[in-house]
């Protein structure tokens, strides 16, 4: 069984909605990190999360520790969110990786 | 910005020749690890390192080695390059811990084994 598990993994959305992925997970973690990966481009740090929300322009994470779970939200969307999401688990200097989001915003 | 370079960003090669890439950083910092990205996997551990000389095996180490002689490089070497190990590579680094660590990934490089 995977310890994370990323949904949807793939998600095509109009411009302008609401945009929800979740992240769940099985194991203990310190912390867990929201990572951007555009079209044959890089990784990006998006978020740190270990308690609680944060918020960084129109994308907010949240995370619950008690039930394992964490969502990466996007308000107004816009093709330029296109792009794969990576929620990252946390221990002691390890990191596990889900698989990803493929998300996609159409104009 | 950990000021992460990779080298080199593309890289073809043949079946069964070396191949060496390059992870270069300026903040220096303690662990570095290298990563494969597959399609339908996750990022995927190959080896990390936790200081000079100071390394260790991922979860696909089979077929790489490291070496890290200063705290600024940190090389991963095929020995016997294979098909298998066509992939996009990637270097990370971590810094801080718990309520202030941070993540910080190379630009990638695209191997193909031919």
């Known amino acids: 069984k995977n310890e994370v598990e990323q949904s949807p993994q793939n998600l095509t959305a109009q411009e302008g909605e609401f945009i929800t992925i979740n992240c769940s997970y099985s194991?203990?973690?310190?912390?867990l990190h929201w990572l951007q990966q555009h079209p044959g481009g890089g990784i990006v740090s998006l978020f740190m999360?270990?308690?609680g929300k944060k918020k960084h322009g129109r994308l907010i994470a949240t995370i619950n520790i008690q039930e394992k779970h964490s969502s990466l939200h996007i308000t107004a969307s816009h093709p330029r969110d296109s792009a794969v999401y990576i929620c990252?688990?946390?221990?002691?200097?390890?990191?596990?990786f889900g698989t990803g989001t493929r998300l996609k915003v159409l104009a | 910005d950990a000021g992460i370079t990779q080298s080199p960003r593309h890289k073809v090669t043949e079946t069964g020749t070396p191949v060496t890439l390059r992870c270069h950083q300026t903040?220096?910092?303690?662990?570095m690890y290298w990563y494969r990205q597959d399609p339908g996997h996750g990022l995927r551990l190959i080896h990390y390192?936790?200081?000079?000389?100071?390394?260790d095996k991922g979860e696909v180490s089979d077929g790489y080695s490291v070496s890290r002689s200063k705290t600024e490089d940190f090389l991963l070497t095929l020995e016997s390059a294979t098909s298998s190990q066509t992939s996009v590579y990637f270097c990370?680094?971590?810094?801080?811990?718990?309520?202030?660590?941070?993540?910080?990934f190379g630009s990638g490089t695209q191997l193909s084994v031919l």
């Open positions: 390192s936790y200081g000079v000389k100071d390394t």
């Open positions: 990370a680094i971590s810094e801080g811990q718990g309520f202030n660590e941070k993540l910080f």
């Open positions: 990252v688990l946390s221990g002691t200097y390890k990191y596990i």
């Open positions: 903040e220096n910092h303690r662990y």
């Open positions: 999360l270990s308690s």
């Open positions: 194991v203990g973690i310190s912390a």
